[in-house]
């Protein structure tokens, strides 16, 4: 383990955030290990200098701490208390960052867990894509422990540029999946838009810069509203993965008997946007499945 101030961190989740995520800190000079599941991407990851271990045992030894930047709250639940997990090693970090959008449920279950094993857990989900993370601009909305979050912000404030301490754990993930049905209740919103000005034959690029100077103004109608209006849809977030960020919101609903109609829209619709053949592209494509059902 590190034994200066700056500790030895490791990443689980090398990819299309997880990636940008760990260059920005080897580029403050802290040394970052990553444990590759997918060895298909271990050449991109070893090129950009984090030091690559395929055994997990001592992955585990060698960190301070753990940041998780994967998919799926199943996932995360593995890596830190499945049957081969974390928690059943001997050596192993006392602090983990979840970066990852998970269930915040899941979230607080797992955190007790760790708890007794004196590992704090720390939820850091993030809003702002690919670029954001490149750029170390991320919003990184925190659950966890005030005194922990405290001593890690010289960390947060190297990967992200809106940083807010929302309260305790779990509450991160709340805030992700209140984002992440305000971004796709917009996308939908500028999709429904876009098609009212195409009945009308009016250009759309007109009409996106006439909401721009008003009420309607928002960076999803910047961002994604470009993206729809020059059909470019590469990937800044994947629509596969708002679809599963919708899941957990429909799931948060369901769980505390709330009845979200918009939520239920979107969910509906970002999924179909999915199986359309979309998964892959930007989330924005959703406008794609709007405007086929209004042929």
């Given at each position: 383990?590190?034994?200066?101030s700056?500790?030895?961190i490791?990443?689980?989740?090398?990819?299309?955030?997880?990636?940008?995520?760990?260059?920005?800190?080897?580029?403050?000079?802290?040394?970052?290990?990553?444990?590759i599941?997918?060895k298909n991407?271990?050449?991109?990851?070893r090129?950009?200098?984090?030091?690559?271990?395929?055994?997990?045992?001592?992955?585990?030894?060698?960190?301070?701490?753990?940041?998780?930047?994967?998919?799926?709250?199943?996932?995360?639940?593995?890596?830190?208390?499945?049957?081969?997990?974390?928690?059943?090693?001997?050596?192993?970090?006392?602090?983990?960052?979840?970066?990852?959008?998970i269930?915040?449920?899941?979230?607080?279950?797992?955190?007790k867990i760790?708890s007794?094993?004196?590992?704090?857990?720390?939820?850091?989900?993030?809003s702002?894509?690919?670029?954001?993370?490149?750029?170390?601009?991320?919003s990184?909305?925190?659950?966890g422990?005030?005194?922990?979050?405290?001593k890690?912000?010289?960390?947060?404030?190297?990967?992200?540029?809106?940083?807010?301490?929302?309260?305790?754990s779990?509450?991160?993930?709340?805030?992700k999946?209140?984002?992440?049905?305000?971004?796709?209740q917009?996308?939908?919103?500028?999709?429904?838009?876009?098609?009212?000005?195409?009945?009308?034959?009016?250009?759309k690029?007109?009409?996106?810069?006439?909401?721009?100077?008003?009420?309607?103004?928002?960076k999803?109608?910047?961002?994604h509203?470009e993206?729809?209006?020059?059909?470019?849809y590469?990937?800044?977030?994947k629509?596969?993965?708002?679809a599963?960020?919708?899941?957990?919101?429909?799931?948060?609903?369901?769980k505390?008997?709330?009845?979200?109609?918009?939520t239920d829209?979107?969910?509906?619709?970002?999924?179909?946007?999915?199986?359309?053949?979309n998964?892959e592209?930007?989330?924005?494509?959703?406008?794609?499945?709007?405007?086929?059902?209004?042929?």
């Amino acid at each position: 383990m590190a034994t200066n101030s700056k500790k030895n961190i490791g990443i689980i989740g090398a990819g299309i955030i997880g990636l940008p995520l760990a260059v920005n800190l080897i580029k403050k000079k802290y040394k970052v290990y990553s444990y590759i599941r997918n060895k298909n991407k271990s050449r991109l990851i070893r090129n950009s200098g984090v030091l690559l271990l395929d055994n997990l045992d001592e992955f585990f030894s060698k960190i301070d701490i753990l940041i998780l930047a994967v998919s799926e709250t199943k996932d995360v639940k593995n890596i830190l208390i499945g049957r081969n997990g974390m928690s059943k090693f001997n050596k192993k970090p006392s602090i983990v960052i979840d970066m990852s959008t998970i269930c915040p449920i899941v979230t607080i279950e797992i955190s007790k867990i760790l708890s007794k094993n004196k590992i704090s857990l720390i939820d850091a989900p993030v809003s702002g894509g690919e670029i954001g993370a490149i750029n170390g601009t991320l919003s990184i909305m925190i659950g966890g422990e005030k005194s922990i979050v405290n001593k890690l912000m010289p960390i947060f404030k190297i990967l992200g540029k809106k940083i807010t301490h929302v309260g305790g754990s779990g509450a991160g993930q709340v805030a992700k999946a209140c984002n992440q049905i305000i971004v796709a209740q917009t996308i939908n919103a500028i999709s429904e838009a876009y098609i009212i000005a195409d009945k009308f034959r009016i250009n759309k690029k007109n009409i996106r810069e006439a909401l721009l100077g008003g009420f309607a103004n928002s960076k999803i109608l910047e961002v994604h509203g470009e993206r729809m209006l020059t059909n470019s849809y590469r990937p800044g977030f994947k629509t596969k993965l708002h679809a599963k960020d919708l899941r957990i919101a429909k799931n948060i609903a369901n769980k505390k008997k709330l009845i979200l109609k918009g939520t239920d829209l979107v969910n509906k619709y970002m999924n179909k946007c999915n199986i359309d053949g979309n998964s892959e592209k930007d989330s924005s494509s959703y406008y794609l499945t709007i405007k086929k059902k209004n042929r």
